[in-house]
Structures are given as C-alpha cells and as structure tokens.
C-alpha cells in the first residue's frame, strides 16, 4: 500500500466515523410497511421487500398517509454477486411493484433509481440490501432505524 492510498483509507474511515455520530443524532423515519423510507423524496417513498422477494415501492405524504403513486417511475440495480441485475416495476393499484424477483438472498447493493416524472432527473438511492433483522428494531437491516 503506497502513502497516497494509506492516507485516502484514513480519511475514509475518519468519514465514516464523523456520518456515523450524526446519524445517531437523528433518528431515520420508519416505512409504515416495515420497509426503507428513501431521503428526500416527495411524495416520500418507501422501498419494501416481500417475502417472495419482489419490491413494493408505496407513496406517503408528508403525515406517511398513503398517497397513490402518480408519475413517478423507478428502477432498481441489483448488484449481486455472480450476476448484476435489473428490475423493471409497474403500476398496481396505488403502488408500484417489480416485474421480476431480486437475486436471491441478499448482502449485496441495491441502486433504487427514483424519477418523480418523465422529465424529472432521477434520484439515486445505493444501500446494502441487508434482509436480517436488527436486534434492536426488529426490522430488517436495510430498513433499519436505530444507526447503532
Ligand atoms: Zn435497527
């Protein structure tokens, strides 16, 4: 390891240490479905995965009073492992949900692509797709709220 990449890792974690204590100042929104409430959306949305492993992706107002999904489309990037894959969704109902199942298991990254109409520019939202449940929450780790 040369100094110019010791010195990046140390600024990395120093980072990562600073992002941590402010997280823990703020406690995360909780999806009303148990799921991940994406940062700055409007309406906000919530990123849920089923049991069977598809997505829902449900629409909240500002009280988290579903509201039905409007023009908004999403696309989600599943950066698994052996094979890197991606879901297309559809409307169904108020909701949207994905025309295929995510790759199996999780541990990978997910990148969910929100745009809030045809025109609008997409928002990224990149996470670990972490389908254990916390301890402390007891919600599944990528939905997590507690920033322990
Ligand atoms: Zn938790």
Do not use: W
Not at 34 to 51: C, N, Q, S, Y
Not at 119 to 131: H, K, V, Y
């Amino acid at each position: 390891m040369n100094t110019s990449i010791k010195l990046l890792t140390l600024a990395g974690v120093l980072c990562a240490a600073l992002l941590t204590v402010n997280a823990a100042d703020q406690k995360a929104p909780e999806g009303p479905k148990g799921g991940r409430l994406l940062e700055k959306t409007e309406p906000k949305a919530e990123f849920f995965v089923e049991k069977d492993h598809t997505v829902t992706i449900t629409f909240y107002d500002a009280a988290l009073k579903p509201v039905a999904v409007a023009a908004q489309t999403v696309t989600v990037i599943a950066e698994a492992k052996d094979a890197k894959k991606t879901v297309e969704f559809e409307k169904k109902g108020d909701v949207l949900v994905s025309k295929s199942k995510l790759p199996a298991g999780g541990g990978y990254n997910v990148i969910v692509q929100l745009k809030a109409s045809a025109e609008a520019r997409p928002q990224n939202f990149r996470f670990e797709l972490d389908l254990h449940t916390c301890g402390g929450c007891k919600r599944a780790e990528y939905a997590c709220t507690c920033h322990e």
